[in-house]
């Protein structure tokens, strides 16, 4: 349950981050709504999920996920170059996130 809930506080924040794009700086009131509604889930379903599982541990795998998955989305829908060094900081951020799994 606690990883489905993890899971779901990621999509919350990746939605907040493209709607965030979308708003073109808060210029556009519906994705700039959409946004805030997300972000706001998402950080309810954070509060819940650092009463059942270690607060470093839940984020490290929420910004870490949301990092790579942005880095993908900007490459494939948005055209950004993805250089050598931001390959390296994500494979160190999963590194670094399934090592912070193995450790409870």
Sequence with gaps: MT????ALAIASGLSGTLFTRASHGFKRWRPAL??????????????????????????????????????????????VRTRPVQLLGMALTVLGVTILGFQG
Excluded at 3 to 6: E, I
């Design 3 to 6: 990883f489905l809930v993890l």
């Design 34 to 79: 959409a946004a805030v509604v997300s972000f706001a889930c998402a950080t309810l379903l954070l509060s819940w999920l650092v009463q059942r599982l270690p607060v470093g541990f839940v984020y490290a795998v929420w910004t870490g996920t949301a990092a790579v998955v942005l880095v993908v989305v900007d490459r494939l829908f948005f055209g």
